[in-house]
C-alpha cells in the first residue's frame, strides 16, 4: 500500500498571512487614533514635558508643608510621569513581543518546509523501494525454477 500525503489547508492559509503585530489591531478611526494618542503619551518626551508640567507647582507645595509635598508626589508628579515612563516600558515589551512573534512565525515557516522536503524525500525512497521490491519480483520467479 503506498502511503499518500495529504496537506493540511491550514499551509495554503498560512502562505496569505504574515505574523500578526500589535499595530494590526488598530484598524478602525478609533483605533487608529488611540494607538497615535498611546504613543504619544507613551514617549519620554511626554514624561519630560509632564515632569517639566510637575514641577511648576512644585513650589507650592513646599510652601505647604509636608503633608502638601506627600500629596503632590502621590497626586501630581507620580501620577502623570510614571505613567508616560510605563507606557514607554510597555511599548518596548510590545515591540519585543512582537519581533518574538515574528520569529516565532518564521520559525514555524521553516519547520514546515523542512517537513515538506522530508516527505518528498521519502516519497523519493518510497518510490526507490517500489521499483527494487518490482524488480525483486520479476527475478525471484526466475531463480527459483
Given at each position: 500500500?503506498?502511503?499518500?500525503?495529504?496537506?493540511?489547508?491550514?499551509?495554503?492559509e498560512?502562505?496569505?498571512t504574515?505574523?500578526?503585530?500589535?499595530?494590526?489591531?488598530?484598524?478602525?478611526?478609533?483605533?487608529?487614533?488611540?494607538?497615535?494618542?498611546?504613543?504619544?503619551v507613551?514617549?519620554?518626551?511626554?514624561?519630560?514635558?509632564?515632569?517639566?508640567?510637575?514641577?511648576?507647582?512644585l513650589?507650592?507645595?513646599?510652601?505647604?508643608?509636608?503633608?502638601?509635598?506627600?500629596?503632590?508626589?502621590?497626586?501630581?508628579?507620580?501620577?502623570?510621569?510614571?505613567?508616560?515612563?510605563?507606557?514607554?516600558?510597555?511599548?518596548?515589551?510590545s515591540?519585543?513581543?512582537?519581533?518574538?512573534?515574528e520569529?516565532?512565525?518564521?520559525?514555524?515557516?521553516?519547520?514546515?518546509?523542512?517537513?515538506?522536503?522530508?516527505q518528498?524525500?521519502?516519497?523519493?525512497?518510497d518510490?526507490?523501494?517500489?521499483?527494487?521490491?518490482?524488480?525483486?519480483?520479476?527475478?525471484?520467479?526466475?531463480?527459483?525454477?
Amino acid at each position: 500500500m503506498e502511503f499518500q500525503h495529504v496537506i493540511h489547508p491550514r499551509i495554503a492559509e498560512r502562505r496569505k498571512t504574515s505574523a500578526p503585530k500589535t499595530t494590526d489591531a488598530a484598524d478602525s478611526f478609533n483605533g487608529k487614533l488611540a494607538l497615535l494618542i498611546t504613543k504619544a503619551v507613551g514617549s519620554m518626551w511626554c514624561a519630560y514635558l509632564f515632569a517639566a508640567f510637575d514641577l511648576l507647582s512644585l513650589p507650592a507645595a513646599i510652601r505647604g508643608g509636608i503633608q502638601t509635598i506627600v500629596s503632590w508626589v502621590a497626586q501630581t508628579f507620580l501620577q502623570l510621569v510614571l505613567l508616560s515612563i510605563i507606557m514607554v516600558g510597555q511599548n518596548v515589551q510590545s515591540v519585543a513581543a512582537d519581533r518574538r512573534s515574528e520569529q516565532t512565525y518564521t520559525d514555524a515557516e521553516a519547520i514546515l518546509h523542512e517537513c515538506l522536503e522530508l516527505q518528498r524525500h521519502l516519497g523519493a525512497q518510497d518510490e526507490a523501494l517500489n521499483q527494487l521490491v518490482t524488480r525483486m519480483e520479476k527475478i525471484a520467479p526466475s531463480a527459483s525454477s
